[in-house]
């Protein structure tokens, strides 16, 4: 389905500040249509002024749809053209007059009868969408009255909360151009419901509300209290009561608060309701997340364990690096020598990438910083006097810490390897070039490629290399860490040029193989 975005540039002549208006509006429309019991159909004016076009559709969470099919981009344009088009254009173009009187008179225009046309009764109601003193677009809203029944007083005081939401859309008070941070799950209707007059006294809580509110001690009644009051008085001794928390109880100001008390957290979201200029009082949705912030915390506390275990494997890592580096100097046979530095490099590259782990809360590095690292490192070990320069093009990009580690190891060896080789008397450069092939939107269960080229212009293969037969434990430990363990493919040749290319090609994601 075409964005928002999208279709207001494709149909329409809206400016910026319209259209974001519009996003704002559509982010936050799930309340209006959740207290209306109602679908939502945003329309806006086509860019040639003939007619409308959906543009945005909400249905209602606590009550039947009126609209099976999506409306979004479909069109309304001069009586005719609907009659032509048949169909579902056809149908809708009966409710265009209620639209262009919206629009035509920038108030909230309503049917005297219901709608029989979809086969189930609808009642018809249209809100011009104003930002500042400027008509932008129309909302439809559709009550389906199939299962029309005496409403209860949560019911009204729902469809209440609804109608002065709509007269606030109407006049360009809502949405607030100075709402604070929502969070990532903000409360809605269904999870409580409290609706306080201009003192900000509670005048109807819902069964949620109320039930969480007993969770945080509450003994008496909600209605005829002051809700910034009594929050205040349940929040947890020590916890923070700053003038935010008291504002969002109190219904002041549009913003979102949390309050702990007795073991559990309170989720609260002020609605300040503004009609005609004059503050009414306000709308307090409640929900309980204290379930959400235990496992929050505990998962805080898992990845900060997580990282504490990265963080000690480094250091140990690092230790043993040491004891080597000291044994190898304590050595007079070249052969021993040699092999301990080798050690202590291998070493060294996996230290690496637990040491950027330790720094971040997930299993994913940036490896483009520890191919840095790990190139650098390599060359400087393995220097035999020449004059050597690596660097890095392209990009690796995140990486699991299952492909990065032994990658690391490969990276080291193969760097190793054309410095000690290809580069071992006479000054040269190590180029390691990076390229992904990520898989196209929608297909990203099909995984993705990393393509890596290490090109030196050294003194190139010998004549009987043969990659199978090796004796080099380095090039052994590449094969193996590559086709076994990263399940990707090997190729090293020479150069036309001179010099050696070694060419690898690996899935982007690891996968395990579960035990049988």
Known sequence: MPHLSDLIRRYTALKTADLEWFHSLVSDWQLLADLSFADLVLWVRLRDDSG?????????????????????????RDEAADAAAGGRAARLSARRTLIDRAWSE???????????????????????????AK?????????????ARTPSRLELTYLQSASDLAQMIAEGEFPFNDQGPLMVRSPRVGDGLLRLDQDGEVVYASPNALSAYRRLGLTADLVGARLDRTTLDLAAAGDARDESLTWT??????????????????QLRSIPLVVGGVRIGALVMVRDVTELRRRERELMTKDATIREIHH??????????????????RLDVPEGRAALDEAVRRVGSIAIVHEMLSHTPDEVVDFDDIADRVIEMA??????????VPRR???????????????????????QNAVEHGLRYEPGSIEVHARRDDPPLGEEENGGRLL?????????????????????????????????ELDGSLEIKPQENGGTKVAIELPVERRIEPYP
């Not at 060359?379 to 020449?386: D, K, L, N, Y």
């Not at 080229?453 to 094969?479: H, K, M, W, Y």
């Open 312 to 329: 000690r494997v480094k250091n140990n890592l690092q230790t043993v690096a040491a004891l080597l580096r000291l044994q190898s100097r």
């Open 249 to 266: 109880a109190g219904g002041r100001v549009p913003q979102e608060a949390e309050v702990e008390g007795r073991g559990s957290t309170i």
């Open 452 to 484: 890596i080229e290490v090109l030196d212009d050294g003194g190139g293969l010998p004549a009987d290399f043969d990659i199978e037969s090796t004796a080099s434990l380095g090039l052994q430990i590449v094969r193996t860490l590559i086709v076994s």
């Open 52 to 76: 409308w076009v959906a543009v945005s559709q909400m249905r209602p969470t606590t009550g039947p749809t009126a609209f099976q099919d999506d409306l979004v981009e479909t069109v309304l």
């Open 393 to 415: 093009s392209g990009q690796f990009g995140l990486l699991s810490a299952l492909v990065a580690t032994p990658l690391s190891m490969v990276l080291a060896e193969l760097v």
């Open 379 to 388: 060359a400087e070990v393995s220097s035999t006097g020449a004059a050597v």
């Open 106 to 132: 920038g108030r909230i225009c309503r049917e005297g009868d219901p709608d029989w046309s979809g086969g189930v009764p609808v009642r018809e109601e249209t809100i011009p969408v104003r930002r500042s």
């Open 135 to 147: 008509l932008i677009g129309v909302i439809q809203r559709s009550t389906n009255l199939s299962s």
